[in-house]
């Protein structure tokens, strides 16, 4: 069984562009979530998703931004990129809200220059 | 919102048991608590949860106490490639709207 896709693995933006970045979850799975990790530290917490509407935000500007399709794929979009921005994008599904176990992708390398 | 504190960094000898504890002193009723491991370079991966009692499963088990304020992950026998971060979490079971906090985790050593 294929486990969660994230595309691109790793990227290169400029400060003020924007970026979208994708996740594809297990099949059956109807939640998404976002996750920022830079080096060192945990994950952060950025959006979650359920069956299409969000059920959660982390504490992150409104340049972040997430929606998730019919399919249950997902798409993260940062507009206006800092430098502070890089950092590893990770996607993580599960097939409901709360209890269950999440399933995390490999991650994007978001790389701002 | 719910947090976790675990040690910053454990050392084990391969082949050994190894306990990594993790304190949740504001855990609710409807928490579960839920272990995970990153390798380098590799998105997290999910070990074990549970809520009440205590769980085991191939990777792992999970000692739950009775008042839910701590809990402890064992490996019953540590080997090289269970060197990772190990981060503990909680994730409300009843929610309709979550927010997922993981702190810095506990860097797992193994000592060959």
């Known amino acids: 069984d294929a486990g969660v896709t994230q595309s691109p693995t790793h990227l290169i933006k400029t400060r003020g562009q924007q970026v979208t970045l994708r996740c594809s979850p297990i099949?059956?799975?109807?939640?998404v979530s976002w996750y920022q990790q830079v080096l060192g530290q945990g994950p952060q917490f950025i959006f979650q998703?359920?069956?299409?509407?969000?059920?959660g935000r982390g504490n992150f500007p409104d340049r972040f931004s997430a929606r998730q399709f019919p399919n249950y794929s997902s798409e993260l979009n940062v507009n206006a990129l800092l430098l502070g921005d890089s950092a590893l994008y990770l996607c993580?599904?599960?097939?409901?809200?709360?209890?269950?176990?999440?399933?995390f992708g490999q991650g994007t390398r978001l790389t701002v220059v | 919102d719910a947090k976790t504190t675990q040690p910053n960094s454990m050392e084990s000898n391969e082949e050994e048991p190894v306990h990594l504890p993790c304190n949740h002193s504001?855990?609710?009723?409807?928490?579960?608590i839920h272990w995970y491991r990153q390798l380098p370079s590799q998105g997290p991966e999910y070990v074990i949860h549970?809520?009440?009692s205590n769980v085991n499963n191939r990777m792992a088990s999970l000692a739950i106490a009775e008042d839910r304020k701590s809990s402890t992950l064992i490996l019953h026998r540590a080997t090289l490639r269970d060197a990772a971060v190990y981060y503990c979490?909680?994730?409300?079971?009843?929610?309709?709207?979550?927010?997922?906090?993981f702190g810095p985790g506990t860097s797992l050593s193994v000592i060959p």
């Open positions: 993580a599904s599960s097939w409901r809200l709360g209890g269950t176990e999440a399933f």
């Open positions: 099949s059956g799975h109807k939640s």
């Open positions: 998703y359920y069956e299409k509407e969000e059920r």
């Open positions: 504001t855990i609710s009723g409807t928490d579960y």
């Open positions: 549970g809520l009440t």
């Open positions: 979490i909680l994730r409300d079971g009843q929610t309709s709207y979550d927010k997922v906090i």
